[in-house]
């Protein structure tokens, strides 16, 4: 399994337009350079994407991507959805074959409202094409299993990904964009190998978990290693790693890990 960060940071991107002087951000650190969160998962030569933000077309060139056979939407907040139309060179790849697309019922009707000229088996011109599936509980792939669970997200739900690859059995939880991780989804947890969280700062909000908060997380779960994802401008990389306990940490853009 090989897993990519093609971004780490909050809804707004870090550092923030007009960033408040008041935070002590060092912008000399290529690891405080926050792009949408997003990553991309590899599971026996087949690419899952998961989730598309405004700099999608970027992180994809960066990370050297080279395909992408299934595509996961958690949610259709816009740093989740909106780099969608990018998926089109993907497509070309396919020779026009649509992406199959999961996600819950409520988020692809986002999908069709915003993308509506890409709902179709095969693309056409230059455009991209989605085939769009209902997320089932355990999605089979070429590559392995995905499993979901539903975790709460301020007024919205959003899909919690556990990824499990067949032959090798590596696990891989992403739980990112909630305020709390409910018994169902820390029972599917167990044994993962890699845990990804969300951990926006160090004050609490109403629909992400705080630091703290995805640190008591973490200590329950007690996967192999955990990553902390979505983090807002007010974290910094070097000065709140330390206070991190051993085997938790922030990560970055462009962080890759190979189990
Ligand atoms: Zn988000
Ligand atoms: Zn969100």
């Not at 598309?52 to 994809?60: K, N, S, T, Y």
């Not at 994802?229 to 462009?254: I, K, N, Q, T, Y």
Request: glycine share 8%; net charge negative; charged share 25%.
């Amino acid at each position: 399994m090989e897993v990519t960060f093609l971004g780490t940071g909050t809804s707004e991107g870090v550092p923030t337009i007009l960033q408040p002087e008041s935070v002590q951000l060092d912008v000399h650190n290529k690891k405080n350079w926050r792009t949408r969160t997003s990553i991309h998962v590899v599971m026996n030569d087949h690419h899952i994407q998961v989730d598309a933000g405004p700099e999608f077309r970027l992180q994809c060139i960066h990370n050297d991507i080279k395909k992408i056979d299934s595509f996961i939407l958690t949610h259709s907040h816009s740093d989740h959805i909106i780099g969608m139309d990018d998926l089109r060179r993907f497509c070309r790849m396919r020779n026009g074959e649509a992406i199959p697309v999961y996600s819950q019922e409520c988020d692809l009707n986002r999908v069709r409202d915003i993308f509506p000229y890409a709902i179709r088996d095969k693309a056409e011109g230059n455009y991209p094409a989605f085939k769009l599936h209902p997320m089932p509980d355990c999605l089979v792939l070429p590559g392995g299993k995905v499993y979901k669970t539903i975790l709460p997200h301020g007024n919205f739900f959003v899909l919690g990904l556990v990824f499990e690859e067949e032959g090798s059995g590596k696990k891989l939880v992403y739980y990112i964009d909630c305020k709390s991780v409910p018994i169902p989804a820390m029972k599917m947890a167990t044994g993962a190998d890699i845990v990804v969280l969300d951990a926006l700062r160090h004050r609490e909000h109403f629909s992400h978990m705080s630091i703290d908060e995805a640190l008591s997380v973490a200590r329950e779960i007690s996967g192999g290693q955990t990553w902390f994802v979505h983090m807002c401008c007010e974290v910094d990389h070097e000065r709140d790693s330390a206070s991190l306990p051993e085997g938790v940490g922030f990560a970055w853009d462009g962080m890759r890990l190979v189990l």
